[in-house]
């Protein structure tokens, strides 16, 4: 007996032991977070296509370690061995490449210009990062850099060997740039031009740099050559060095900023957000503010890596749209206008494809940020009213990428869900004008507008191009007009309009192969039609992968397939056909089609934003355990926090907002309504605090990797058989439990009554 409770007690103290030395997500997230998931991609294949980004979230300026040559959009390669800078960038996505760059660089020893000459060594053993902060030694020159981040603003600390030959080399990159080295004020300013479109003709991206030791060596450069006794310069490609006498750990301190504005307001940016704090002082804010966001979810399991992968996918899904404005002298909100080049009141918000986060990202911020989502619809309305069409593709202005009108889809989720704060009716002009108009970029409005609103379909041999995917997305934006027209009390005819457009997906819908097919003018199938190829009449997909894209609708697309088992059977087949495609549209395997043959799951590409919706369908058809067995896999299979950690495009958000709403249960299948498709809750709890103070509790306490099924929940205490939630109840708080075992269960959530929104329905 007594043996027995010496034990007792030795246990109880070993895990009290344990528990106190095991780190607490709950009070610290940002440790958790591995901002070099997804940075091991290339052009041929993507695990992420992400960069480390040292910032603070929606922030205007992020840094980065650049591995890359200037101008190449894959700036930090995790297999590279040598870093050329350390760069100020605005980058949403390679394919979109960067603006408003330059970087820095400490040297030692002779000073090299030319960036191939002067990149240093670098190991990951000697790397830390993290969002708040990056560390690296660089091993040629025997310096330590740390970065810290403001919104608008960093703060970076040099440890320095003992030399009189220590530099610190600012880079103001090709195509434009000017430079002025003031050493009495032991300063540079500045401006850099580079950019890769989407900017009117005056833009800059203003810099200032101020050091904490005077400078024993000035001299600025241009190209790759010193101009002796030069301290300022504008030409092409233009740059400074400043130089410093040094004892073995001397660490030096350097704070900048930049703005879009003005120099002044690049240096009123620098005294708001740095001042007089210590590189230390601005970690620490940085770190609070990071933990605060992160801790606004908090969940709970055993599986380490599960914890890591969802809150390095959280912080993602706070890194864009970034916040592209600033406070002036009077502290009032003022942007520089990426659309017409004046500076205006207002907010304003960029970097971000709506073809992507239309699907997951803004639901998460309708969510949880309502308020945010408020200053992002205003920045909406106040892009139309500076460029008059509402932005698809913003990178910071226009860009000419990719496709659909899926800004209804942001607006309409905004309103249906309760967030107020911003112009609604010039936004409904805005979505309303793209219905009739093509815009300055094929992007932007509806190209194949006039044949879309006459036949109901954009056709395939009129020369727009994807025109099969346009057709499904413009019917679906129809569905979020309908919706936002009804709330706003519009005409009947014309919300009768729109929901009669939202039917269109049926024209193009095949019903001898049950799929989604290109149309001709005539009214005939394009033929011939393989339902493997990619591109051509679809985006980044094929007809596979498309045939889903009936958000508004999927009763509908049931009753086309001939009724719920057939529309199963349908669903099952993208994961049992092999993984064949036919890659002639665009002559070579493209990356998004390389990511779906190698990940063993048939014909399903998770890797682009398409189908991501997919599994959650099987709900709509009484068989809701598939959607969670498959939910399982492909969080099991397809996501890790390591730098190879995604399969496929990150994409500013997207592919983790899958994952962040996914593991809780529940997603956003049909933004414009109200309701969220429940999958199968990986965590054993997680705890969501809501902008109103409430807490939403998702319990599933048996959940681990083998009990996925979902045997019975309930909601607030009383039995729940539907397949989804409710926004209002998630926003009012309280508790979803779910009991979960390893079987699939035949009772649960297979009613049509249980089923999700569907407009049929």
């Known amino acids: 007996m007594m043996k027995r409770k010496f034990f007792t007690v030795l246990f109880s103290v070993l895990n009290i032991f344990a528990l106190a030395q095991k780190p607490s997500h709950l009070t610290d997230p940002v440790e958790w977070v591995n901002p070099l998931m997804g940075t091991q991609s290339k052009f041929s294949l993507s695990a992420g296509n992400t960069y ?8 205007m300026n992020f840094w980065m370690p650049q591995t890359g040559k200037m101008g190449d959009g894959w700036s930090y390669g995790y297999d ?23 970087s820095v660089l400490p040297i030692t020893g002779s000073i090299k210009i030319d960036e191939e000459s002067r990149a240093s060594w670098f190991s990951h053993k000697a790397e830390t990062a993290k969002p708040h902060f990056y560390k690296v030694y660089l091993a040629d020159y025997d310096v330590t850099t740390e970065i810290t981040p403001t919104e608008r603003a960093a703060q970076f600390r040099f440890t320095f060997p003992k030399t009189d030959s220590a530099f610190v080399l600012l880079d103001a990159f090709d195509r434009g740039s000017y430079v002025k080295i003031i050493p009495s004020e032991k300063k540079i300013i500045g401006y850099t031009t580079k950019n890769s479109g989407g900017v009117p003709s005056n833009f800059k991206n203003y810099f200032v740099l101020i050091f904490d030791k005077a400078f024993t060596f000035s001299s600025a450069f241009h190209g790759t050559t010193l101009a002796k006794d030069t301290l300022e310069l504008k030409a092409g490609h233009v740059g400074a060095v400043v130089g410093f006498k040094t004892f073995r750990g001397e660490k030096i301190g350097l704070k900048v900023a930049s703005s879009f504005i003005s120099p002044e307001q690049a240096e009123l940016n620098l005294k708001r957000e740095i001042g007089t704090d210590t590189f230390d002082q601005t970690f620490e804010k940085g770190r609070k503010t990071w933990n605060h966001e992160l801790s606004r979810i908090q969940v709970e399991g055993e599986d380490i890596d599960q914890i890591r992968t969802f809150y390095s996918c959280l912080y993602r899904v706070m890194l864009f749209p970034r916040k592209f404005y600033e406070f002036d002298s009077k502290n009032q909100v003022v942007h520089y206008s990426p659309y017409n ?28 940020y309502p308020t945010l989502n408020a200053q992002i619809m205003q920045g909406l309305a106040n892009a139309y009213d500076e460029s008059g069409f509402l932005p698809e593709w913003a990178s910071p202005g226009h860009r000419d990428c990719m496709i659909g009108s899926n800004s209804a889809s942001l607006i309409t989720d905004s309103y249906i869900k309760g967030i107020r704060g911003y112009d609604i009716d010039k936004l409904y002009e805005a979505i309303i004008k793209n219905t009739n108009h093509a815009g300055p970029v094929s992007s932007v409005g509806r190209f194949g507008h006039a044949y879309y609103n006459e036949l109901g379909y954009v056709p395939y041999d009129v020369k727009v191009n994807e025109n099969a995917a346009r057709t499904l997305e413009y019917a679906y934006a129809d569905f979020c007009i309908s919706q936002l027209a009804k709330s706003l009390k519009k005409p009947q005819a014309e919300i009768d309009l729109y929901l009669k457009r939202s039917q269109n997906y049926r024209n193009i819908f095949d019903p001898e192969t049950k799929w989604m097919r290109g149309k001709n003018k005539d009214g005939q199938f394009q033929k011939p039609f393989s339902p493997f190829k990619w591109g051509d009449a679809f985006t980044e997909g094929n007809s596979i992968h498309y045939t889903w894209s009936v958000f508004q609708d999927m009763k509908g697309l049931v009753g086309l397939m001939g009724g719920r088992e057939a529309f199963v059977q349908k669903l099952d087949t993208v994961f049992t056909l092999p993984p064949i495609f036919d890659d002639s549209y665009y002559g070579f395997p493209i990356h998004e089609i390389r990511e779906m043959q190698i990940m063993n799951m048939g014909n399903y590409a998770h890797g682009n934003q398409p189908i991501q919706h997919m599994i959650y369908l099987y709900n ?32 500013n958000g997207q592919t983790s907002a899958w994952y962040v709403f996914s593991s809780l249960g529940f997603y956003p299948v049909t933004p414009g309504t109200t309701q969220y498709v429940i999958g199968s809750p990986l965590f054993k709890k997680a705890t969501l605090t809501m902008e109103n103070g409430k807490k939403f509790t998702i319990e599933a306490p048996a959940s681990n990797s083998t009990n996925m099924y979902i045997q019975s929940v309930a909601l607030n205490g009383k039995p729940y058989n539907n397949t989804f939630l409710e926004h209002g109840d998630i926003q009012k708080g309280g508790t979803v439990r779910f009991n979960m075992s390893s079987k699939a269960t035949q009772t649960w959530g297979i009613k049509p009554e249980n089923a999700p929104f569907s407009l049929s329905k």
């Open 341 to 368: 080049g004046q500076t205006k009141p207002g907010y304003m918000f960029t970097d971000n494809g709506f073809w992507d986060t239309f699907r997951a990202v803004f639901p998460f911020f309708t969510l949880m």
């Open 52 to 59: 480390p980004a040292i910032a603070m979230p929606w922030g």
């Open 80 to 102: 590279a061995e040598k870093i050329r800078g350390f760069k100020q960038t605005h980058q949403p996505s390679p394919w979109i490449n960067d603006y408003g760059q330059f």
């Open 620 to 651: 709509y058809a009484g068989a809701p355990s598939k959607a969670q067995y498959w939910a399982r896999e492909v969080m099991k299979k397809l996501y890790q926090p390591t730098p190879d950690g995604y399969c496929g495009d990150e994409d």
